[in-house]
């Protein structure tokens, strides 16, 4: 889920101010977590969600809901367009499933966007290991009364050495745009080829390239000084 409820927000009250249609965003999961998802939907009428498992590496069984009108799959409904988006979720997948499901997002989208808010850069890395003493100077004012998390922070510090655990296995885990841009050239069965890449202000690099009726585009921008780098994966079908 990550970020999706605030994304949905923002994309959507910026086009009502435009006076264009809301976007309907569909949360899914090979796991759903319905507990979590039921209240966020209850405050938007444009954020729903899939109860039922959906497989991201499963072309042939996938929802209709995710299929694009433009798709040739037969599960396609052929009453919109979809885009598939991937917060925060897609370091979790080995490289051969990552590419069935590069594979699957091309066959049955219009779009597709990665966003990681990590990176395999020596300084992400330094920040997330910064995490284990940042626990420490922030557990009591945000848990003062939860005498686990301060058990388990100030007296045997599982929680600082398991955050900072699993931030720096994300990082490492990041793919760049360059190793996801060939699980698409993977997938497509062609060659990309490099438009541009250029840094267009402080603290942010684009990168553009074409692969057969797509086009891919990466963003880097800085989120947390110094080190805290967001890498996003944009990818849409030219029509």
Same mark, same amino acid.
């Given at each position: 889920?990550?970020?999706?409820?605030?994304?949905?927000?923002?994309?959507?009250? *910026?086009?009502?101010?435009?006076? =264009?249609?809301?976007?309907?965003?569909?949360?899914?999961?090979?796991? $759903?977590?319905?507990?979590?998802?039921? $209240?966020?939907?209850? =405050?938007? *009428?444009?954020?729903?969600?899939?109860? @039922?498992?959906?497989?991201?590496?499963?072309?042939? =069984?996938?929802?209709?809901?995710?299929?694009?009108?433009?798709?040739?799959? $037969?599960?396609?409904?052929?009453?919109?367009?979809?885009?598939?988006?991937?917060?925060?979720?897609?370091?979790?997948?080995?490289?051969?499933?990552?590419?069935?499901?590069?594979?699957? +997002?091309?066959?049955?989208?219009?779009?597709?966007?990665?966003?990681?808010? @990590?990176?395999?850069?020596?300084?992400?890395?330094?920040?997330?290991?910064?995490?284990?003493?940042?626990?420490?100077?922030? +557990?009591?004012?945000?848990?003062?009364?939860?005498?686990? =998390?301060?058990?388990?922070?100030?007296?045997?510090?599982?929680?600082?050495?398991? @955050? *900072?655990?699993?931030?720096? %296995?994300?990082?490492?885990?990041?793919?760049?745009?360059?190793? +996801?841009?060939?699980?698409?050239?993977?997938?497509?069965?062609?060659?990309?080829?490099?438009?541009?890449?250029?840094?267009?202000?402080?603290?942010?690099? %684009?990168?553009?390239?074409?692969?057969?009726?797509?086009?891919? %585009?990466?963003?880097?921008?800085?989120? +947390?000084?110094?080190?805290?780098?967001?890498?996003?994966?944009?990818?849409?079908?030219?029509?």
């Amino acid at each position: 889920m990550g970020p999706t409820p605030l994304i949905e927000k923002t994309v959507n009250e *910026a086009r009502a101010r435009a006076g =264009h249609q809301a976007i309907p965003f569909r949360l899914s999961d090979f796991h $759903p977590n319905l507990d979590a998802w039921m $209240p966020l939907a209850t =405050h938007s *009428a444009n954020l729903s969600f899939i109860p @039922q498992p959906v497989d991201a590496t499963d072309t042939l =069984h996938a929802p209709p809901l995710v299929v694009s009108k433009t798709s040739s799959m $037969p599960n396609s409904t052929g009453d919109h367009k979809s885009i598939h988006l991937y917060n925060l979720s897609f370091h979790h997948f080995a490289d051969a499933d990552a590419a069935r499901i590069m594979a699957s +997002t091309l066959t049955t989208a219009d779009g597709l966007a990665i966003i990681e808010l @990590q990176d395999r850069t020596l300084g992400m890395l330094l920040l997330m290991a910064g995490e284990f003493f940042l626990l420490f100077l922030l +557990t009591i004012f945000w848990f003062p009364c939860s005498p686990l =998390h301060l058990f388990f922070t100030y007296i045997i510090p599982v929680l600082p050495f398991v @955050q *900072a655990w699993d931030g720096l %296995v994300s990082c490492l885990r990041t793919r760049t745009f360059e190793e +996801t841009l060939a699980l698409a050239e993977k997938a497509l069965g062609q060659k990309a080829k490099l438009v541009s890449s250029e840094d267009t202000e402080i603290g942010e690099r %684009v990168t553009v390239a074409i692969c057969g009726d797509w086009k891919f %585009v990466g963003v880097r921008r800085l989120h +947390t000084w110094p080190f805290g780098y967001m890498n996003a994966f944009l990818g849409q079908k030219r029509l």
